[in-house]
């Protein structure tokens, strides 16, 4: 006998918990008219700066059943990448946290057709597409439309349990399922951390990214040259940044993650100022052949590099 919506629902959430997901929630796919017209007027004051490829696709980005033809359901997962062991604090150069082990994209990628392969176990075949960071989805939107957390005014989603610590990851699918309705208010309250401790001043208002200004933006996706007075505030970071995240309360929830693709070589912890400084095309290929760090690629490294040690 098939399960009914309820018992299917409840038994995909199990099936993610068992693939290592930190929190898994289902909400109706359906167009996102609010949130495509808060985005719309985000483009239009060219905030994204050269990540012209969100502009792209705009019409899938705000109705994932445009993405994924016939879908009935967005299931959202979380997962967990905060590490037991960081650079130390007093490190010349630092990578952002999600960056330390192997990519991302491609571990979760395979956990969602493994837990869709269980799924269709229970239902037969279903039609799905499984994405996190690789299609035109507002991933954070889906993830506090299913009851996952609230967007912080860091533009961090986070949850109350975890942090914000964790990539987001979906199944776009055409099952009929039961939708975690409640969203969760958002908990930011009168605080103003992030606001606060961004180097750059990216975060223009509560909620509000200046991606121009960002440090992530500035060390893995800016092509052009960095501009002076931004290049003065971004060390000791050469790819990407933690600090808005680091500053925020409700990370004191976050735990490390028991995930061993992304955990990082102790060679990369402990390396000095000068093995950075004198890394090598082949050196880098060597050791971030399979890492987040391939997508700024050596010459960006490199430059970051020679720009934090100019400043720092
Ligand atoms: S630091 Fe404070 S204001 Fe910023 S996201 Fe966290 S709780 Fe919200």
Redesign the pocket.
């Known amino acids: 006998m098939n399960p009914s919506r309820q018992e299917l629902s409840t038994r995909i959430k199990k099936i993610m918990k068992e693939e290592g997901f930190l929190d898994c929630g289902i909400a109706r796919a359906a167009p996102l008219r609010k949130e495509a017209a808060s985005l719309r007027q985000w483009l239009e004051k060219a905030y994204h700066g050269e990540m012209t490829y969100m502009e792209n696709h705009f019409g899938k980005r705000a109705d994932p059943t445009r993405l994924v033809e016939g879908s009935r359901s967005v299931i959202t997962v979380l997962h967990n990448y905060y590490p037991q062991k960081r650079q130390g604090k007093e490190s010349r150069y630092r990578i952002s946290t999600y960056a330390y082990g192997k990519d991302y994209h491609a571990v979760i990628r395979e956990k969602l057709h493994s837990a869709a392969k269980k799924i269709a176990e229970i239902t037969g075949n279903f039609r799905y597409r499984a994405f996190t960071d690789s299609a035109p989805i507002m991933d954070k939107v889906w993830a506090r439309k299913s009851g996952l957390g609230w967007i912080?005014?860091?533009t961090?989603l986070?949850s109350k349990k975890h942090g914000s610590f964790f990539f987001i990851g979906h199944l776009v699918c055409d099952l009929e399922l039961e939708n975690d309705r409640e969203e969760t208010k958002n908990?930011?309250g009168t605080?103003?951390?992030?606001?606060d401790a961004c180097p750059t001043g990216a975060l223009i208002k509560?909620g509000i990214l200046d991606a121009r200004k960002c440090i992530s933006y500035l060390t893995i996706e800016l092509k052009n040259e960095m501009p002076e007075d931004l290049a003065e505030k971004t060390a000791p970071w050469i790819f990407g940044c933690d600090v808005?995240q680091d500053?925020?309360?409700?990370n004191r929830f976050a735990k490390p993650h028991k995930e061993n693709y992304y955990l990082p070589a102790e060679a990369l912890l402990a390396m000095p100022a000068s093995a950075w400084e004198n890394l090598s095309r082949t050196d880098f290929n060597r050791l971030f052949h399979q890492s987040p760090l391939l997508r700024a690629g050596y010459e960006k490294i490199h430059e970051n590099i020679r720009i934090a040690k100019r400043h720092s």
Do not use: A, T
């Open positions: 912080g005014k860091n961090c986070i908990y930011c605080c103003r951390k992030c606001l509560p808005c500053v925020c309360p409700w």
